[in-house]
């Protein structure tokens, strides 16, 4: 987003797209009080309480909320029409208040934080001229008192108290580091400036002393000392700090090591310890609590223990998944591996900022206790590490890597030292790398993390409470932690208490947070981190079921299916997804190329896509998504019961075979029927539905039956599909047949056949006689049944094979009943040949059975009668029997 700047370091500025000529600036004094608020936050919520506390402190109007609302929609205004192409991306309302969503060259403050940690890092490194080039255009930026045009309350003045002390402090360093390049004379003029206007501010009395001392000016120096004490004992009753007496000592001693800058440059730059250092012990304290892992923990010790020179080993997996903890408990489990010590570093110490390699090697030297090369470039500073390492056996435990730019250069190559490596990505093109991508925990773990934290007590009290609010949690070891830390905070909830609060998806996330704990701002940090196209595919991930394949994803983004390069962008985005471990392979026993959102991350782009998508844009999206399964499923239906002769086999995308598909795909599908329902999609519920029938019934899935076709049966009615009404009806009578729910099947096949025959649908007409010939069969009752098959199979239209064997089915079980094996013979012969036609092994097997049985009536010695193809029902009274074929 480049179409706006803002400024307030000094009075706000809004610059727009046309450029610096045009300011969008708020006139009213509340609505940029409002800005101000959310862009000392930037990128992050600000709460609605928050804001109207910093409005109106303790005297809110009854409608501060309302009329907060019609600042932020007097803001959307604005920068729409500063940024016509971005400007409406902006400011997002969240679930608790509203944040502004920037990057990070856009807003002044957030460009002197990263100049100012920049050369504040310079300056611990020693290159002295680039610490003060970079504190100089931080303090540039500066045009006045934070937001001085606008009225303060508690945000903006802790806000302002934090940045007057980064501002003071970004100066100190750019004079410290001029005074080190020589610079003391030009700095003069500027630090008597400056005491006059910060008399209490004993540093910068101190660095005008060595100024001084250092032109020649001992005097001086001494009289400024004498001032600085004046003012302190007359307003403080104090004496200057020990710093500036011990200055002021050397002053008057004349030491002639103050006379001289301090040496810069690479010809200043020690290369390595004169010593060997004593033992490091620089790991975070191991936690007591910590299990969970204990396969892992034996892996990394293995394979630490025989590393070669250059290994190391690389943990990775999604946001919250216990990368860290991990890191360090097998730091300590190894540790004896590492007589020389360990060194933790968190290469990401802020959200937002990353340690470069530079940075990051003088911290590590400076945290060993050996010297940092004064002034080195990179590669000097790189040999100062490996010396330290090398003939030693250390382990550096480097936290939070964002690259392999950043890590190559921080990484061990000789022999006996080595490291462990966090990231949300693996360092796969680093040579050595042994790579162990963290899962979320099983619930055997899960539970034994809880117990270690919350105490066995809690974990005994509810079993089963426990194990939802594990299961609630997806296993996440981070959303368990808080769980944990909620329930030892409050010791009058329980868990069955906490679980309650968990089930509703639409806040759980807000739930999982205690103190600094926050599930949703952990994940959202993986989120913010990815590509734009990542972002949005993510988001439109939360439309999909719980496993999907790269077509539907290709569906659900609205790419093209017939356009060749769609499968090669959607699995980039895919592996883009799955590298930064926002996405999950779906390992559940399943082909290759089957992914899943896990449940938490699913929740994240559920939020995510209500906050930066339209309305619109979701229900095209949705009606992509059902579409294409509609598409595919009907297609996978027509090869499994083909209603023609001459179909031949469609390759289903992800599938071998049509039939392996529905059996691994029926829980999406049954989860797009109903979404589709909710989403009103009446004629994409009613088709999906129904081409789900064939495999529902065959594989006796009752459940899934039931629920789709219950949906689907309202959406044909919502629809005023009177032929899906007819249809869906004699589904669910069969569903009810089979389960010997009598009157409802009755119920159901009247009807549907009432349905029919007022919209002229012969097809489902047929459907509905045949289900009550086959009750009336089932009671021993041939007559009826047979009358009723004389006019479903008079009322049929040509061309309809599939139809016309199921009539001649029941025909030929009437006549079985009422004559004879002979009578039905010629039946069931017909029946094999259309079964044979249509290419059906399912219905030709049934044919085949049926004649099997015929001419071999010992073949039945448990009396039963295979009604239709795979149920079988005894003649006396029992429930039916459904055989898989």
């Given at each position: ?283 975070p304290p191991a936690d007591p609590a910590f299990t969970g892992r204990d396969g892992e923990l034996a892996e990394i010790d293995r394979l630490l223990r025989a590393a070669p020179p250059g290994a190391f080993v690389a943990l990775a997996g999604q946001p919250g998944v216990g990368k860290t903890a991990l890191a360090v408990a097998a730091a300590h489990h190894s540790a004896d591996a590492f007589p020389h010590g360990q060194l933790f570093l968190d290469l990401r110490p802020e959200p937002g900022r990353r340690l470069e390699p530079a940075a990051a090697i003088s911290a590590l030297l400076r945290r060993a206790g050996a010297p940092v090369p004064v002034g080195a470039d990179p590669a000097d500073l790189q040999e100062a590490l490996q010396q330290l390492l090398a003939g030693r056996r250390l382990l550096l435990v480097l936290d ?486």
């Amino acid at each position: 987003m480049s179409g706006l700047r803002f400024r307030i370091l000094g009075p706000l500025e809004i610059e727009g797209a046309a450029g610096p000529g045009v300011s969008y600036t708020p006139g009213a004094a509340k609505v940029r009080g409002v800005l101000g608020a959310l862009l000392v936050n930037a990128n992050g919520t600000v709460s609605v309480d928050s804001l109207i506390d910093e409005l109106w402190q303790d005297d809110p109007p009854r409608t501060a909320t309302t009329t907060l609302q019609v600042y932020v929609s007097q803001l959307r205004k604005i920068f729409r029409r500063a940024a016509p192409e971005d400007g409406a991306a902006v400011l997002l309302t969240q679930p608790r208040g509203y944040r502004i969503r920037i990057d990070a060259d856009q807003l002044d403050l957030t460009t002197f934080e990263s100049l100012y940690q920049r050369g504040r890092e310079a300056l611990e490194s020693g290159d002295h001229a680039a610490a003060a080039e970079l504190q100089g255009r931080a303090l540039a930026l500066w045009r006045g008192p934070l937001l001085g045009d606008t009225p303060h309350g508690p945000l903006l003045d802790a806000a302002a108290v934090r940045l007057v002390e980064a501002r003071n402090a970004a100066l100190e360093q750019r004079i410290l580091a001029d005074l080190r390049l020589g610079r003391h004379r030009d700095l003069i003029p500027e630090l008597r400036s400056l005491v006059e206007e910060f008399p209490l501010r004993e540093e910068l009395h101190g660095q005008l002393m060595l100024a001084l001392y250092r032109a020649g000016r001992q005097a001086e120096a001494l009289r400024a000392y004498g001032a600085l004490r004046r003012t302190l004992v007359n307003e403080l009753a104090i004496e200057p700090g020990a710093p500036v007496q011990l200055l002021h000592q050397r002053i008057l001693a004349g030491d002639q090591r103050l006379a001289v800058p301090e040496p810069t440059g690479p010809a200043a730059a020690v290369r390595g310890p004169a010593t060997e250092p004593p033992v490091v012990l620089g790991l975070p304290p191991a936690d007591p609590a910590f299990t969970g892992r204990d396969g892992e923990l034996a892996e990394i010790d293995r394979l630490l223990r025989a590393a070669p020179p250059g290994a190391f080993v690389a943990l990775a997996g999604q946001p919250g998944v216990g990368k860290t903890a991990l890191a360090v408990a097998a730091a300590h489990h190894s540790a004896d591996a590492f007589p020389h010590g360990q060194l933790f570093l968190d290469l990401r110490p802020e959200p937002g900022r990353r340690l470069e390699p530079a940075a990051a090697i003088s911290a590590l030297l400076r945290r060993a206790g050996a010297p940092v090369p004064v002034g080195a470039d990179p590669a000097d500073l790189q040999e100062a590490l490996q010396q330290l390492l090398a003939g030693r056996r250390l382990l550096l435990v480097l936290d939070n890597v964002s690259s392999e730019a950043q890590l190559r250069p921080l990484l061990p190559t000789s022999a006996g030292s080595s490291a462990i490596v966090t990231g949300r990505r693996l360092p796969a093109g680093l040579d050595g790398v042994h790579p162990l991508v963290l899962d979320v925990l099983d619930p055997s773990a899960a539970l034994a993390v809880f117990e270690a934290a919350a105490g066995p007590a809690r974990a005994a009290e509810h079993p089963a409470a426990v194990a939802e609010l594990l299961e609630l949690c997806g296993g996440l070891p981070l959303a368990i932690r808080v769980g944990t830390a909620q329930l030892n905070a409050r010791p009058h909830w329980s868990a069955e208490s906490l679980a309650t609060r968990l089930r509703d998806r639409r806040s759980r996330l807000s739930e999982l947070r205690i103190g600094g704990l926050d599930v949703r701002e952990r994940l959202l940090s993986a989120y913010q981190d990815a590509g734009r196209n990542e972002r949005r595919t993510f988001r439109l991930l939360s439309l999909l079921p719980a496993h999907f394949e790269p077509w539907a994803v290709s569906a659900v983004l609205g790419l093209d299916p017939h356009d060749r390069r769609t499968p090669v962008g959607t699995a980039r985005l895919l592996d883009a997804l799955a590298d930064d471990h926002l996405l999950a392979a779906d390992h559940e026993g399943s082909r290759p190329g089957r992914y899943r959102l896990p449940e938490l991350l699913r929740l994240l782009a559920a939020e995510r896509l209500a906050e930066e998508e339209g309305e619109d844009t979701v229900r095209a999206a949705t009606r992509r998504l059902c579409d294409a399964y509609v598409r595919v499923t009907e297609e996978a239906d027509a090869v499994l019961n083909p209603r023609q002769p001459g179909v031949r086999m469609v390759r289903t995308p992800g599938s071998d075979a049509p039939s392996d598909w529905f059996a691994r795909e029926l829980g999406p599908l049954t989860q797009v029927v109903r979404q589709a329902y909710l989403a009103g999609l009446w004629e994409q519920t009613v088709r999906l539905a129904t081409a789900l029938t064939g495999h529902l019934e065959s594989h006796a899935r009752w459940r899934a039956w039931e629920r789709t076709h219950t949906l689907a049966l309202d959406a044909a009615r919502q629809l005023g599909d009177r032929s899906g009404e007819a249809r869906l009806l004699a589904s669910l009578g069969d569903l009810a047949w089979q389960h010997r729910r009598t009157a409802e099947a009755r119920d159901r096949y009247e009807g549907a056949r009432r349905v029919a025959e007022a919209a002229g649908d012969q097809v489902a007409r047929s459907r509905a006689l045949v289900g009550l010939a086959d009750l009336w069969l089932d009671g021993g009752e041939v007559a009826e049944a047979t009358a009723l098959l004389t006019a479903a199979l008079d009322g049929l239209p040509p061309g309809l094979p599939r139809e016309r064997y199921h009539v001649l089915r029941a025909t030929a079980l009437a006549a079985l009943l009422a004559d004879g094996p002979s009578a039905a013979r010629s039946r069931f012969t017909d029946c094999l040949e259309i079964a044979q036609s249509l290419r059906d092994r399912r219905l030709e097997a049934h044919a085949r059975r049926a004649l099997r049985r015929l001419h071999d009536p010992d073949d039945d010695p448990g009396g039963c009668l295979e009604i239709r193809p795979g149920v079988w029902r005894l003649r006396s009274p029992a429930p039916l029997t459904p055989a898989l074929v």
